[in-house]
């Protein structure tokens, strides 16, 4: 499902977040200290090589909310773009880090003129925040960036099952 807001274009899909070819920068939802893991972290380390990793141990250790940026390496992506999203009921206030996550992810993507970028359901997985909660968090989060965002001009959201998918494409229809 897409729609075009304020000239950008809100897509979500099913898929894999390491193969997604035509999008500029990828969004890995990290660990604080931005190595390989499981879920997302583990596939774009695997796809990306040993030099993703080389590259983030610098910048690490991230706080919950915190996006820092990298090039893509073997990831047919440009950069990749790490955030730690918040662990539910542990990292607090929640909310507000998660809003952070793609407020902060999509500021770096501006700034470094990234014209697409690739989001996972940060912290909806091993982190266990409830999925309908983040995902209106995302999309209030949405709302309130667009009209800021210069050189964005493509956002996807790439989810791991039809579940998810289908809670992202019921808040899709609501934006405007």
Do not use: W
Not at 121 to 130: E, L, V
Request: some cysteine; proline content about 6%.
């Amino acid at each position: 499902m897409k729609k075009k807001i304020a000239g950008i274009t809100i897509e979500c899909l099913k898929g894999d977040i390491a193969a997604q070819r035509d999008m500029t920068a990828v969004v890995n939802a990290a660990n604080a200290q931005l190595r390989p893991g499981g879920g997302v972290a583990g596939a774009l380390h695997r796809a990306a090589g040993p030099g993703l990793e080389e590259e983030c141990r610098p910048l690490a250790p991230i706080k919950p909310g915190e996006a820092v940026i990298t090039g893509g390496h073997k990831l047919p992506n440009r950069y990749v773009i790490h955030c730690l999203g918040p662990v539910y009921g542990l990292d607090s206030p929640e909310e507000i880090f998660l809003a952070d996550c793609y407020r902060n992810a999509l500021r770096l993507a501006d700034q470094h003129r990234i014209d697409s970028v690739a989001f996972p359901a940060i912290s909806t997985g091993a982190f266990g925040y409830p999925l309908e909660e983040a995902t209106q968090i995302v999309f209030n989060t949405l709302k309130e960036l667009l009209p800021e965002l210069t050189y964005v001009k493509h956002i996807r959201f790439v989810l791991y099952d039809q579940n998810t998918l289908s809670v992202y494409e019921k808040y899709l229809e609501k934006l405007n």
